[in-house]
């Protein structure tokens, strides 16, 4: 049996090493599409994808917009402000109302942890993840992990950590399954007010000192601290959080190696990471938003059943 | 009057009077006549006498549950008096208290006397109201706790809220003290508990899903407990969860301090694990927590550091449940499921026997609570529950008596089933083999 991702990308734990290494492999080939004057190839044609939006995005709506269009579906954006679901309508509702339009896929964002699987279990259309709640983000997993492999290589044996409000993060819970899985360690740093308490119970080293993780880390993933953190009383001041656990280029030189700086987006300058490390040599952070674009893509055809082995032929014609 | 019932050849237990034999149970007229093993022939010449098989089943006190919701007023649609007095005597419940979270607020006479009057046109379990400790629920003045009383209510709660100021509860403490009825609290300090969804550990982490800390249930567990014995008066603590919580009630005991505490069968038998997959069904508040705490509360129903067994009977419209397991409701339905869950983990896994069982579902609630029942004593009302200790069952939502459909044990096969429910003699729930 060939490998496959099954119906939906709902998260990066329920995978298998294996599943996580094809979609980083099928991203391959599509890097290029993007690269053209012209980008577009027939993959998806005539598939009909939703991106339904109940939480604001830039970055990655607009990632799965282009992701989708350069494989030639046709997309709907749905915002949840002036839609149905601000008169009240269920989650459960707009997507069976959706589904009776007979689309192929769904691409849901959504503030609850679990939406998209809520979905995924009534709807028959492929269902992808693209943030639930506090849960996962998995193509922003994704897209780090292939980030990362371009740089160094592999992604076994690599250190990553991950700096800030973990508490409250998907991608860090995303970063961590993925990353663990393909064989690198992972480490968390920030205070413990934004750790999980069962942090431990993960396969994870735990930092308090952005110090110490610098000396430690080959990358450092460095997470958007939420204003709203300071007024909940999980942290004292945004002043005093740069002054702790600010990435600065000061603190970055002390290290025994360089590191690799990603940051999910959008970033606080000069809050969680300072704007010479953010622009500086190191940073792949746009290499990243590049990447986003290539991974979706991967899991737009895969979850569509295109068969990896011919995700190369698929960027020139038909495939799927 | 109701005629003459004949229960005849069942394990006759009733801990009240240190009795566990095969006997018959005569009912007349609505009250226990007599128990023993030659009553059969005293009976024979009766006019209208039924006789009711009972040989391989247990003939019980019946089940009361001194914690559930009936939604009425206000939310019909979910469950009413009647439905929820009928699910009652379903699950072998004689008598049930109905908490005070209805709409309007069950916090004053005339609206304890509504339930009252709706009980009695049920033709189900007994229905006791209980009042609001503060007016509206809204944790800032007393209720009047003497006209509740006189109209019918039996204990005050404002379950569901947690009553947040600590001069409140001891206020409410004393004013109760002076009726003699216990003062029941959903133990939750609010900052600590606030927008969580389950239990804090490790899954509430993987899941990305706000948890509520065991401590956010011990702290306002211990303040009650200090709060009882500062002030003598009774506290009952609704529905208790963790193993902090009983340690402290055992801590509270061990001084004679006036506490008594329930749990819920489903803290007895599923952990956080159930809510895996996001199922709202396994969403309620107290939620389920680790397996260590699962253990320490079958360890306290055995020793008795947790006096009773209570439902927190939650029904929820289908529709409410359906949604995002943030945004769900807490709560599930738990009348016609106690029994078997009970039997399931406490009885057929051989932490407690059967007569410790029915204690702790019959004559402690009513030991506890002060009500009529929990006893097969001659010349007592006949409130008799016969159950099949060993059917097993099928748990299908869509048999239940109750609106709600709302149990994380649908499709799961349970042990104990309900048989016959008498209430003052009168056959309220009858279920051939």
């Known amino acids: 049996m060939t490998l496959s991702l099954g119906k939906d990308l709902l998260g990066l734990e329920p995978l298998s090493g294996e599943q996580i290494q094809l979609i980083l492999d099928t991203a391959e080939p599509f890097k290029e599409i993007s690269e053209r004057a012209i980008k577009k190839v027939p993959t998806l ?100 992990m292939l980030t990362l492999r371009d740089h160094f290589g592999r992604l076994d044996g690599i250190k990553v950590c991950i700096v800030g409000d973990v508490l409250h993060s998907r991608v860090a819970r995303s970063n961590i399954w993925g990353l663990t899985k393909m064989g690198a360690q992972v480490g968390v740093c920030g205070p413990r007010s934004l750790l999980p308490n069962a942090i431990e119970e993960l396969p994870v080293q735990v930092f308090t000192r952005v110090e110490e993780a610098i000396e430690w880390a080959d990358a450092l993933n460095i997470l958007r601290l939420q204003l709203e953190r300071m007024t909940a009383g999980y942290i004292p001041s945004l002043r005093e959080y740069n002054r702790v656990f600010g990435v600065s280029r000061e603190r970055l030189e002390r290290a025994p190696r360089d590191l690799l700086i990603l940051h999910p987006g959008p970033m606080n300058r000069g809050v969680e990471i300072d704007s010479d490390v953010a622009d500086g040599p190191f940073s792949v952070i746009l290499n990243q938003v590049t990447n986003g674009v290539a991974v979706r ?18 960027k020139g014609g038909g495939g799927r | 009057m109701t005629g003459s019932i004949l229960l005849r050849g069942g394990r006759v237990i009733d801990p009240t009077q240190s009795l566990d034999e095969v006997a018959d149970v005569l009912v007349v007229d609505g009250k226990i006549e007599a128990v023993g093993a030659r009553v059969s022939g005293d009976a024979k010449n009766r006019d209208g006498l039924e006789t009711i098989d ?78 609001a400790i503060s007016v509206g629920q809204k944790g800032e003045s007393l209720a009047e706790f003497g006209e509740m009383i006189a109209a019918g209510a039996v204990a005050v709660s404002d379950d569901g809220k947690p009553v947040a100021s600590a001069h409140l509860m001891r206020t409410a403490l004393e004013y109760a003290r002076t009726f003699g009825i216990p003062v029941a609290d959903h133990c939750e300090e609010p900052t600590l508990a606030h927008g969580g969804a389950m239990n804090e550990g490790i899954v509430s982490t993987r899941l990305g899903l706000k948890g509520i800390p065991a401590e956010a249930e011990e702290i306002m567990a211990i303040r009650d407990i200090l709060l009882a014995r500062r002030t003598n008066g009774h506290v009952h603590l609704c529905h208790m969860s963790t193993r902090g919580s009983v340690e402290l009630i055992r801590w509270g005991k061990d001084r004679n301090i006036n506490v008594t505490a329930e749990v819920c069968p489903h803290h007895i038998s599923l952990t956080e694990d159930a809510v895996e997959g996001y199922d709202t069904n396994a ?69 407690i026997s059967l007569p410790v069982l029915i204690e702790r579902m019959s004559c402690a609630p009513a030991r506890v609570f002060k009500l009529p029942g929990g006893s097969l004593r001659r010349g007592t009302a006949a409130d008799v529950t016969v159950f ?34 008498l209430v003052g003699g009168r056959v309220a729930h009858r279920e051939e083999a």
């Open chain 2, 283 to 351: 969403k309620m508040n107290p939620p389920l927590r680790t397996a260590d705490d699962v253990a320490a509360l079958q360890e306290a129903v055995r020793d008795g550091t947790i006096d009773l067994i209570a439902t927190d009977h939650a029904p929820h419209h289908y529709d409410e449940k359906e949604r995002e397991f943030a945004h769900a409701p807490n709560g599930i339905i738990g009348l016609e499921t106690a029994l078997a869950v009970n039997v399931t983990w406490l009885v057929a896994s051989e932490i």
């Open chain 2, 388 to 421: 099949d200790p060993s059917a097993k069952w099928l748990v299908e939502p869509s048999k239940f008596r109750s609106k709600g459909r709302n149990t994380p044990y649908s499709g799961q096969t349970l042990q104990g089933r309900t048989r016959y429910t």
């Open chain 1, 45 to 144: 044609r005539g598939a009909t994808i939703v991106n339904l939006f109940f939480e604001a995005s830039t970055r990655t709506r607009v990632s799965f917009e282009f992701a989708e269009k350069r494989l030639s579906a046709d997309t709907v954006n749905v915002a949840a402000s002036g839609s149905s679901v601000s008169k009240g309508e269920t989650l459960v509702d707009t997507a069976r109302n959706l589904e009776a339009m007979r689309i192929d896929m769904v691409v849901i964002r959504h503030g609850a942890s679990g939406a998209a699987q809520f979905l995924a279990e009534r709807i028959e259309s492929n269902v992808i993840n693209a943030g639930d709640g506090t849960h996962e983000h998995p193509t922003q997993g994704l897209l780090d």
């Open chain 2, 54 to 131: 009972c040989s391989g089943l247990v003939v019980s006190p019946g089940f009361i549950d001194v914690h559930c919701h009936l939604r009425e007023p206000g939310r019909e649609e979910v469950e009413t008096i009647a439905t929820g007095a009928r699910a009652a005597v379903a699950g072998g419940f004689t008598a049930v208290c109905a908490m005070p979270n209805t709409d309007p607020v069950t916090d004053n006479q005339a609206a304890v006397g509504f339930i009252i009057r709706q009980a009695s046109l049920a033709n189900g379990a007994r229905v006791y109201p209980i009042g």
């Open chain 1, 297 to 314: 893509m991967a899991v737009l055809y895969l979850l569509s059943g295109g068969k990896p082995e011919l995700a190369e032929s698929a």
